[in-house]
């Protein structure tokens, strides 16, 4: 039935009865289809999208950056209403929301920089088959936006001193210091941003920026495709030198890494066509002078000095000359040692603690104030020269057992030995005492070998020296009883 034709034979004066039996249907249909208008239209109820409920979750973990595969895993994991349909069906989901985010996006504008002066820098993670075992290392990844050459140092921890001196390993591989470096946000280098958006900068590493000479910068927070840029770097270290490679141990994996960035340096680069390694000669022109290493760089921190005229840095101490207390003293961590200065003078220079909770105690930092307290003075030698390695603290701990009367004395001999031949002579020196059992200072010059006139052979063991010291005490007591 047309229903323009009701409404025609309406027009025509037909009634309603003889309009039904005419197109052959009910009365009250030729009255609804006159209450309506001639070309309606019926619309089908909307339907419920299986989707609807997982659109906003998804597009937050889009935005968040997370894996397909993860989202599917925590649809699946969620309490109310888990994702039971199939993975596939869940793939082609994310994937047509992916579509229409990215063609609502605003278009990606690539550029190449100018020679010399950017350096994309970011931290990666990865687990390494070193030795017999599957341990956790991190890496420096670092290119050069130009000329795409490509660098990488292996570490163990992401923290601010393996970054800098990583950096500084870094630079003096590309042979000077690119104008600007660009970095991911990362913790040890910001520590957040202000009110207006700008970076808050770690002070030691602002100090370090300052020193070398190149201008940090960050990823724009709401700038995907410059955070991707750093990013892809990381995934290219993991994808491409890291699968079917074994490791001896953390020498052998800095070696392979090397030998690999080499390689890619010497390939055609996909972004421009050429080689790196040849690009990079053009560079080094442009680049700033690099002014120290990462073997000499010593690493910015303040700190005060406490009533034991100490200092700590990083969870140990280190001596100042007394008459400092309570003063802020400028601290250059470099690679070994621990160099404390005031107002540019120099008060201190220690070799660097290995461990935690340690202390570097120098004696002649409390000379004067030693003066009148020689139970002091000994107390802190001897903790000084136990600092030298386990052997001598063996040694000592013999003679303060053995020859508590004569403490002074063996004390004051050890450190004459140490400054005389240096700690070498005197390790290697108590260590032959004390597998002799020639515990004494009489004994330490022919044991150094400092008297050549004295043979070795002529040094009597210590078992010898105490079964005589026993008879000649048998025989006073049994003169005493005569």
């Known amino acids: 039935m047309a229903r323009s034709t009701i409404h025609y034979l309406r027009k025509r004066g037909l009634t309603r009865r003889a309009i039904?039996?005419?197109?052959?249907?009910?009365?009250?249909?030729?009255?609804?289809?006159?209450?309506?208008?001639?070309?309606?239209?019926?619309?089908?109820?909307?339907?419920?999208?299986?989707?609807?409920?997982?659109?906003?979750?998804?597009?937050?973990?889009?935005?968040?950056?997370?894996?397909?595969?993860?989202?599917?895993?925590?649809?699946?994991?969620?309490?109310?209403?888990?994702?039971?349909?199939s993975a596939a069906s869940w793939y082609r989901f994310v994937a047509g929301l992916k579509r229409v985010r990215a063609a609502a996006a605003a278009p990606v504008i690539r550029f190449e920089g100018l020679a010399g002066e950017f350096l994309q820098v970011d931290w990666g993670e990865a687990w390494v088959p070193l030795g017999t075992e599957v341990v956790r290392r991190v890496f420096l990844a670092a290119r050069l936006k130009y000329s795409r050459t490509l660098a990488v140092r292996w570490t163990r921890r992401m923290t601010l001193?393996?970054?800098?001196?990583?950096?500084?390993?870094?630079?003096?591989?590309?042979?000077?210091?690119?104008?600007?470096?660009?970095?991911?946000?990362?913790?040890?280098?910001t520590l957040g941003r202000g009110p207006d958006g700008q970076p808050r900068w770690n002070p030691a590493f602002a100090r370090?920026?300052?020193?070398?000479?190149?201008?940090?910068?960050?990823?724009?927070?709401?700038?995907?495709?410059?955070?991707?840029?750093?990013?892809?770097?990381?995934?290219?270290?993991?994808?491409?030198?890291?699968?079917?490679?074994?490791?001896?141990?953390?020498?052998?994996?800095?070696?392979?890494?090397?030998?690999?960035?080499?390689q890619k340096n010497g390939e055609v680069s996909q972004a421009h066509r050429q080689i790196p390694r040849e690009l990079l000669a053009e560079e080094r022109k442009a680049f700033g002078p690099l002014r120290t290493t990462a073997a000499t760089y010593g690493l910015y921190r303040v700190a005060t000095v406490n009533r034991e005229s100490l200092v700590r840095v990083d969870g140990n101490q280190y001596s100042v000359p007394t008459g400092h207390l309570g003063q802020a003293v400028d601290v250059r961590l470099l690679a070994t040692d621990v160099v404390l200065s005031r107002d540019g003078v120099e008060l201190a220079r220690h070799a660097r603690c290995t461990g935690r909770n340690e202390r570097r105690r120098d004696p002649a930092h409390y000379a004067e104030a030693l003066r009148h307290r020689p139970r002091a003075r000994l107390v802190l030698e001897r903790d000084t020269l136990?600092?030298?390695?386990?052997?001598?603290?063996?040694?000592?701990?013999?003679?303060?057992?053995?020859?508590?009367?004569?403490?002074?004395?063996?004390?004051?001999?050890?450190?004459?030995?140490?400054?005389?031949a240096g700690p070498a002579v005197l390790r290697s020196t108590v260590a032959r005492a004390l597998a002799r059992e020639a515990i004494g200072a009489e004994y330490l010059p022919a044991l150094a070998g400092?008297?050549?006139?004295?043979?070795?052979?002529?040094?009597?063991?210590?078992?010898?020296?105490?079964?005589?010291?026993?008879?000649?005490?048998?025989?006073v007591q049994h003169g005493r009883a005569g």
């Open 208 to 262: 370090f920026a300052a020193e070398l000479g190149f201008h940090p910068e960050l990823c724009d927070p709401h700038a995907p495709q410059q955070k991707g840029t750093v990013e892809n770097l990381v995934k290219f270290v993991k994808t491409n030198f890291l699968p079917g490679r074994t490791f001896v141990d953390d020498d052998d994996l800095g070696t392979q890494s090397a030998a690999w960035c080499a």
């Open 20 to 85: 039904a039996g005419q197109v052959g249907c009910e009365r009250h249909t030729v009255a609804r289809v006159l209450a309506q208008p001639v070309e309606h239209r019926y619309a089908r109820p909307p339907r419920s999208s299986p989707w609807a409920h997982w659109e906003p979750t998804v597009v937050g973990w889009l935005e968040a950056g997370l894996p397909v595969k993860r989202m599917l895993e925590l649809a699946r994991a969620d309490a109310t209403t888990p994702y039971t349909a």
């Open 450 to 475: 400092l008297e050549p006139a004295l043979t070795l052979a002529a040094v009597p063991v210590q078992d010898a020296v105490d079964r005589d010291l026993a008879s000649y005490e048998a025989f």
């Open 161 to 189: 001193e393996p970054l800098l001196r990583g950096l500084l390993a870094i630079a003096e591989e590309l042979g000077g210091v690119p104008w600007a470096w660009v970095f991911d946000n990362m913790k040890t280098v």
């Open 386 to 420: 136990c600092q030298l390695g386990p052997e001598v603290t063996a040694y000592v701990a013999a003679v303060c057992q053995r020859r508590r009367e004569r403490m002074a004395a063996e004390i004051d001999a050890l450190v004459a030995l140490r400054d005389t």
